[in-house]
C-alpha cells in the first residue's frame, strides 16, 4: 500500500470485528509513527493504549459521569467553536445526516441518534482504545504536531489492515480521566481514538465524508 491509497481509504472507523490487536503489533505501530514531523523534536505527545479490563473500566466510568450530567464536565476547549460559522457548520451537519442516513435512523427517532451516539463512548466496540496527552504549557505549534502524530497513526493503521475513528468526544469527559489515569498537574487528555479491524459489512463503514474541491481552499500563485 502506497501513501495515497492509504489516505484515500482511511475513514472514520464506527464498527469493528472481534478480532483483538496484541501488545507487540500496538508497540511497533507506536514506535514507526514516532517518525512523525515534530518541531524542534518536542515529540510533545503522550498516549495511553488500553484494552480488555482496562478498557472496560473506562467505559463504565463514562457511563456512570454521563448518566449524572449527558452533557458532560465542563471544558475551555470545546470540540467545536461556539457559533460554528459557514461553510463549516453546513458540512458538520451534512456529514451527521449522511451517516444517519446509512445507519437508516430517520431525524424524528432521536431516541436511536441518541442510542447510536452513546457508542461514541464505548469506543464503537473496537479492541482498542488510545488517548493522546499533551502537556497544557505547549504551545499552538506543538499541538499541530501532536495532530500530525496521531494522523501518521491513522495511515500506518491503515497499512496494517486495521481501522481507525478520532473522538475528541471524550474532551467533555478531561477532569474523571485526568484523574483516572493519574495524569501530572500539567497534562490534559487531547482526544480518544478506537482502532481495530473494520467491519467491511456494517454499513456505517460506507459513509465516505464530502470533501471541498481544491479551489475552495487552495490559492496557487506565480505559476
Same mark, same amino acid.
Given at each position: 500500500m502506497d501513501v495515497? %491509497?492509504? @489516505? &484515500? %481509504? #482511511?475513514?472514520?472507523t464506527r464498527a469493528f470485528l472481534d478480532k483483538q490487536i496484541t501488545a507487540d503489533e500496538v508497540r511497533d505501530w507506536l514506535a514507526?509513527? %514516532? /517518525?512523525a514531523p515534530s518541531g524542534g523534536n518536542l515529540q510533545p505527545w503522550r498516549v495511553i493504549a488500553v484494552t480488555g479490563a482496562e478498557k472496560q473500566a473506562v467505559i463504565d466510568l463514562a457511563q456512570k459521569k454521563l448518566a449524572e450530567d449527558p452533557r458532560g464536565e465542563r471544558t475551555d476547549r470545546p470540540i467545536y467553536p461556539k $457559533?460554528?460559522?459557514? !461553510?463549516?457548520?453546513? #458540512? /458538520? /451537519?451534512?456529514?451527521?445526516?449522511?451517516?444517519?442516513?446509512? +445507519?437508516?435512523i430517520p431525524r424524528e427517532d432521536k431516541?436511536?441518534?441518541i442510542q447510536w451516539f452513546s457508542r461514541n463512548f464505548r469506543f464503537f466496540d473496537a479492541p482498542l482504545a488510545v488517548f493522546f496527552v499533551i502537556d497544557e504549557r505547549m504551545g499552538h505549534g506543538?499541538?499541530?504536531h501532536t495532530g500530525m502524530f496521531m494522523q501518521t497513526l491513522a495511515l500506518l493503521a491503515e497499512e #496494517?489492515?486495521?481501522g481507525s475513528c478520532f473522538q475528541e468526544c471524550w474532551g467533555i469527559l478531561r477532569p474523571t480521566l485526568k484523574?483516572?489515569?493519574? +495524569?501530572?498537574e500539567s497534562e490534559m487528555l487531547y482526544c480518544g481514538m478506537a482502532v481495530g479491524y !473494520? $467491519? !467491511?459489512?456494517? !454499513? @456505517? &463503514?460506507? +459513509? #465516505?465524508a464530502e470533501r471541498a474541491d481544491v479551489d475552495e481552499f487552495a490559492e496557487l500563485k506565480g505559476f
Amino acid at each position: 500500500m502506497d501513501v495515497s %491509497q492509504a @489516505v &484515500n %481509504q #482511511r475513514i472514520s472507523t464506527r464498527a469493528f470485528l472481534d478480532k483483538q490487536i496484541t501488545a507487540d503489533e500496538v508497540r511497533d505501530w507506536l514506535a514507526t509513527a %514516532q /517518525r512523525a514531523p515534530s518541531g524542534g523534536n518536542l515529540q510533545p505527545w503522550r498516549v495511553i493504549a488500553v484494552t480488555g479490563a482496562e478498557k472496560q473500566a473506562v467505559i463504565d466510568l463514562a457511563q456512570k459521569k454521563l448518566a449524572e450530567d449527558p452533557r458532560g464536565e465542563r471544558t475551555d476547549r470545546p470540540i467545536y467553536p461556539k $457559533d460554528l460559522w459557514e !461553510p463549516h457548520e453546513a #458540512r /458538520r /451537519r451534512k456529514v451527521g445526516e449522511m451517516m444517519y442516513e446509512k +445507519l437508516e435512523i430517520p431525524r424524528e427517532d432521536k431516541a436511536k441518534r441518541i442510542q447510536w451516539f452513546s457508542r461514541n463512548f464505548r469506543f464503537f466496540d473496537a479492541p482498542l482504545a488510545v488517548f493522546f496527552v499533551i502537556d497544557e504549557r505547549m504551545g499552538h505549534g506543538q499541538w499541530a504536531h501532536t495532530g500530525m502524530f496521531m494522523q501518521t497513526l491513522a495511515l500506518l493503521a491503515e497499512e #496494517r489492515g486495521w481501522g481507525s475513528c478520532f473522538q475528541e468526544c471524550w474532551g467533555i469527559l478531561r477532569p474523571t480521566l485526568k484523574e483516572h489515569f493519574g +495524569l501530572g498537574e500539567s497534562e490534559m487528555l487531547y482526544c480518544g481514538m478506537a482502532v481495530g479491524y !473494520p $467491519d !467491511p459489512d456494517h !454499513p @456505517v &463503514n460506507q +459513509l #465516505r465524508a464530502e470533501r471541498a474541491d481544491v479551489d475552495e481552499f487552495a490559492e496557487l500563485k506565480g505559476f
